[in-house]
């Protein structure tokens, strides 16, 4: 799964509306909408918000597992 779905998924199982979101973290509809729809990925400090908001990891939201033991 890669960012844009998984931030889609986040916003249906917490019943926030694209509106809401990109309200709370102060970013336009337009940029949250081509994140669900993967033409754009945010910035690190906005990922950092992101994961803040629906408290998960950064790791979470980039589908990133390690490897190493």
Do not use: W
Not at 34 to 57: M, Q, W
């Amino acid at each position: 799964m890669n960012f844009g779905h998984i931030l889609q998924l986040l916003m249906d199982e917490n019943e926030i509306t694209p509106r809401q979101l990109a309200k709370a973290l102060r970013i336009s509809l337009v940029m949250l909408n081509n994140f669900t729809r993967c033409i754009d990925e945010p910035d690190f400090g906005l990922l950092k918000r992101i994961a803040a908001y629906f408290h998960v990891s950064t790791d979470y939201l980039l589908s990133y597992q390690s490897t190493s033991k």
